[in-house]
């Protein structure tokens, strides 16, 4: 039989499918461009987009092409399911200032991509009867192309009413994501879990890598990488079990001269091997691989500053 022209068993084409929304983006950002693309690739319309700076401008020329850039209030009034994909700090201030001049409507999904925000924020959308989602995919975009493949299995944080949980989940779904439930109460937390295991993490590299170039090594990345991946995935399958070093066996004087080593040639990373010393001898004691008493010589290197103590 000749498919050619379609036919009852071809499969529908994204934007034919049921349920597809106009889709409205209040920032055209690092994340709010790749996911509204997202969402345009399953079918859903992308009908208008606000960009205030040149480099938003060009993300959404690039990854939604066709899209009118117009003024927030413009953006939501023309949309089902409006993004709002601003910064933190700013999306309070937007929320209100878009429930003021009446751009929410009941019946309007509205979704922003906080990690730090739940609903609250959203309470004057709420308010105008709009329908509120958190969906906040737990991925660090950087503005490359790969950002859009990034989407592909990841997990999203969903926080939402109840009655509205699998609308949240088929979003996260089409989008190639694996949904995660978060209550409204735990947001907070939630969110500082993920900045440890990326932000701090970045920090944390690039301290050792400085470390090594002032050590003279050339190409500390590379020397890195192999270290460094392996210490992630033992520490994903273990946990406090992949914990080694010289802090995990009670080695007072290599840490001592660790310090000295830092305050003579690198004196602001003294402050973060503190910190993360102190913070792996806590997770040693408490698994048992340190014991408390082979950590007071340890501790007092280190200060004695040691919750566990």
């Given at each position: 039989?000749?498919?050619?022209?379609?036919?009852?068993?071809?499969?529908?084409?994204?934007?034919?499918?049921?349920?597809?929304?106009?889709?409205?983006?209040?920032?055209?950002?690092?994340?709010?461009?790749?996911?509204?693309?997202?969402?345009?690739?399953?079918?859903?319309?992308?009908?208008?987009?606000?960009?205030?700076?040149?480099?938003?401008?060009?993300?959404?020329?690039?990854r939604l092409p066709?899209?009118?850039?117009?003024?927030?209030?413009?953006?939501?009034?023309?949309?089902?399911?409006?993004?709002?994909?601003?910064?933190?700090?700013?999306?309070?201030?937007?929320?209100?200032?878009?429930?003021?001049?009446?751009?929410?409507?009941?019946?309007?999904?509205?979704?922003?991509?906080?990690?730090?925000?739940?609903?609250?924020?959203?309470?004057?959308?709420?308010?105008?009867?709009?329908?509120?989602?958190?969906?906040?995919p737990i991925m660090?975009?950087?503005?490359?192309?790969?950002?859009?493949?990034?989407?592909?299995?990841?997990?999203?944080?969903?926080?939402?009413?109840?009655?509205?949980?699998?609308?949240?989940?088929?979003?996260?779904?089409?989008?190639?994501?694996?949904?995660?439930?978060?209550?409204?109460?735990?947001?907070?937390?939630?969110?500082?879990?993920?900045?440890?295991?990326?932000?701090?993490?970045?920090?944390?590299?690039?301290?050792?890598?400085?470390?090594?170039?002032?050590?003279?090594?050339?190409?500390?990345?590379?020397?890195?990488?192999?270290?460094?991946?392996?210490?992630?995935?033992?520490?994903?399958?273990?946990?406090?079990?992949?914990?080694?070093?010289?802090?995990?066996r009670g080695d007072?004087?290599?840490?001592?001269?660790?310090?000295?080593?830092?305050?003579?040639?690198?004196?602001?990373?003294?402050?973060?091997?503190?910190?993360?010393?102190?913070?792996?001898?806590?997770?040693?004691?408490?698994?048992?691989?340190?014991?408390?008493?082979?950590?007071?010589?340890?501790?007092?290197?280190?200060?004695?500053?040691?919750?566990?103590?």
């Amino acid at each position: 039989m000749d498919h050619a022209h379609g036919s009852p068993l071809d499969p529908p084409s994204p934007a034919d499918r049921p349920g597809r929304l106009a889709v409205g983006l209040v920032g055209a950002g690092r994340a709010g461009s790749v996911l509204a693309a997202a969402l345009a690739r399953v079918g859903h319309r992308t009908v208008a987009v606000s960009a205030v700076s040149s480099a938003s401008r060009e993300r959404a020329a690039k990854r939604l092409p066709g899209a009118p850039v117009v003024p927030p209030d413009a953006v939501v009034a023309a949309a089902d399911l409006a993004l709002l994909a601003v910064p933190d700090d700013a999306l309070e201030p937007l929320v209100t200032g878009l429930a003021e001049v009446g751009a929410f409507r009941p019946g309007q999904l509205v979704v922003h991509i906080s990690g730090a925000h739940g609903l609250d924020v959203l309470q004057p959308a709420i308010r105008a009867g709009a329908l509120p989602l958190a969906l906040h995919p737990i991925m660090t975009f950087t503005g490359r192309d790969e950002d859009e493949s990034r989407l592909v299995g990841v997990h999203w944080g969903v926080t939402t009413v109840p009655e509205l949980r699998p609308v949240g989940e088929a979003l996260v779904v089409e989008m190639g994501g694996e949904p995660l439930w978060v209550e409204n109460s735990q947001r907070a937390l939630y969110h500082a879990a993920l900045v440890v295991a990326a932000n701090h993490l970045v920090t944390l590299i690039n301290d050792a890598v400085d470390l090594l170039r002032a050590a003279g090594v050339e190409r500390p990345g590379a020397a890195l990488a192999p270290l460094a991946g392996a210490a992630l995935d033992n520490a994903l399958r273990s946990g406090d079990a992949a914990l080694t070093g010289p802090v995990s066996r009670g080695d007072a004087g290599t840490v001592a001269n660790h310090l000295d080593a830092l305050r003579g040639r690198h004196p602001s990373a003294v402050a973060g091997y503190l910190a993360m010393a102190r913070r792996t001898a806590d997770r040693a004691i408490a698994a048992g691989r340190l014991d408390p008493a082979s950590a007071e010589g340890l501790l007092d290197v280190l200060g004695g500053h040691s919750t566990s103590t």
